[in-house]
């Protein structure tokens, strides 16, 4: 494998010509680029040819001061009536794929287990497929990203164990339908948001608000449904359709605030509760045990029965453990990380006081639209790293990376955010030997962000949502990344 890895880089330094690229900027010849985006934020058609209500629809429309300008995605880009004019962008980008999302209540409008496919839905997804298969870009596809059917968020949604058997049929239709074309799945999107945010902190839908107890029940059952998809594609279809699964977990880069050993600890505590959390079970075998051993001990000195981190039978170990053919990631930014004095507040029952550390941004650290989101190039490096290390040198994508801004078609720090997040990418691996095959830029073109709307743009194109017909705009961010993506290389003399 090191003999063929080491061929292929020479192969690749070869392909510049000499004096006029540094070998230290140009990627493998195996290295492929893509875009992403996701079906709530970009599909619009919100209740079209049969679609159901998922918890973003009833959300945006029962309460829209969820959302900073009080938009939602009912029109979003108008992707469901655009994918054409999508994939010619795509073309024009040169991506070798793209990673885009299913809408669960466009396939199975009720989301139920035994219920009725909309065919409507079906066939919207195989149009798509095709036109990227037609046009030589290779699909990446996210079963879900956030948008829960609305049905199932009334029996509970995650939190419920029965969400698993939903999941399980969801995707089973899934693979039914796509999988001859489709050969690279993601089963969750970011599940710490979905668990966290969307029921500890209230921060996306459906927005409850019970952390320290419903984003454990939820991470739970998700695991569970992750694995139970993955076992469905391994014993159905795996041997025809000849596929790969994930799972799309994110987290910062914690750096430690100082070289003391308890900053040093407390970052890799966060790092387990964030990452480890999800990637844990599914590599290693359970929850990290930091997370046990803390959760377990909190929970007994606050008087509950038993541990508020549920557990995982001996039989669901050992089903779970394995389901995965690479590691994808989600990452954005880093923070730094300060240890805090280890007491037990029993009045206080949340994820926050379970992980009980500080985090910080530098103040010199350029900022974006996104209060969330600094740039710190060099924390994408030590993050590839660490996911390396921590699970055994796994063939890595990087499923999402990219920056916000307010606006505009001269978006150099964009361009800038790429180049130097791209060059941390390429040293970790030609100088660390990070084996990571695949980067996503986030996003395609700007599209509903969430709970803050239509404020903070992340796109390679523009798109004017004042406009009925959606027009989009490539901005200088599009021209840079395609030059990136046909030669290769980070500078601009590179052939």
């Not at 396939?107 to 496919?117: K, M, N, Q, Y």
């Not at 690279?184 to 839908?205: K, M, R, S, V």
């Not at 959390?277 to 599914?282: E, S, V």
């Not at 007491?343 to 992980?355: C, H, M, N, P």
Request: aromatic share 16%; charged share 25%; with cysteine.
């Amino acid at each position: 494998m090191y003999a063929d890895l080491f061929l292929t880089l020479l192969f690749s330094v070869l392909l510049c010509k000499e004096a006029t690229c540094a070998t230290n900027q140009t990627f493998p010849n195996y290295f492929k680029f893509g875009v992403a985006t996701a079906s709530y934020q970009v599909e619009g058609a919100w209740n079209e040819d049969g679609k159901g209500e998922n918890i973003w629809d009833h959300l945006c429309h029962t309460n829209p001061d969820f959302v900073d300008d009080r938009s939602n995605g009912d029109i979003a880009c108008d992707s469901y009536h655009k994918y054409k004019d999508d994939v010619a962008m795509l073309k024009d980008l040169g991506v070798d794929f793209y990673r885009f999302s299913l809408s669960w209540s466009r396939l199975i409008p009720l989301g139920l287990a035994g219920s009725p496919v909309n065919q409507a839905g079906i066939d919207y997804y195989k149009n798509l497929i095709q036109e990227l298969v037609n046009n030589n870009i290779e699909p990446l596809v996210t079963i879900f990203h956030w948008d829960l059917p609305e049905t199932l968020q009334e029996y509970g949604g995650f939190p419920n164990p029965e969400s698993e058997e939903h999941f399980a049929y969801y995707a089973r239709v899934v693979f039914e339908n796509f999988g001859d074309s489709v050969k690279y799945w993601l089963t969750f999107n970011e599940p710490l948001q979905t668990c966290h945010e969307g029921y500890g902190i209230g921060f996306t839908a459906p927005g409850y608000k019970s952390s320290g107890l419903a984003e454990y029940k939820c991470t739970h059952t998700l695991i569970k449904a992750h694995a139970r998809a993955y076992h469905v594609y391994d014993e159905e279809f795996r041997t025809q359709q000849q596929g790969y699964v994930g799972i799309a977990p994110d987290t910062y880069w914690y750096e430690p605030a100082s070289g003391s050993v308890s900053d040093q600890e407390a970052a890799e505590r966060a790092l387990q509760f964030t990452y480890g959390w999800f990637a844990n079970p599914i590599f290693n075998g359970n929850y990290p045990s930091v997370m046990i051993e803390r959760i377990d001990e909190r929970s007994k000195l606050q008087g509950f029965a038993s541990s508020r981190l549920p557990k995982f039978t001996d039989e669901e170990v050992e089903y779970i453990k394995g389901t995965h053919d690479f590691l994808a990631i989600n990452a954005y930014s880093t923070l730094y990380v300060q240890a805090k004095e280890e007491e037990v507040d029993t009045a206080v029952i949340s994820y926050d006081s379970d992980l009980n550390v500080d985090t910080f941004f530098d103040d010199s650290w350029e900022e974006s639209a996104s209060s969330w989101l600094r740039v710190v190039p060099w924390g994408m490096r030590k993050l590839l790293n660490w996911l390396s290390k921590t699970y055994n040198h796994p063939e890595i994508f990087i499923t999402e990376n990219g920056v916000s801004d307010t606006g505009g078609l001269n978006d150099d720090r964009r361009i800038n955010y790429y180049r130097e997040y791209l060059s941390n990418v390429l040293e970790a691996i030609l100088d660390d030997g990070v084996n990571v095959t695949r980067y996503t830029a986030w996003s395609l073109m700007d599209n509903f962000e969430w709970a803050r709307g239509y404020t903070e743009k992340y796109g390679l194109y523009s798109v004017n949502f004042d406009d009925p017909g959606r027009p989009r705009t490539s901005k200088a961010s599009a021209s840079y990344y395609s030059s990136v993506i046909s030669s290769k290389c980070l500078v601009d003399n590179c052939e």
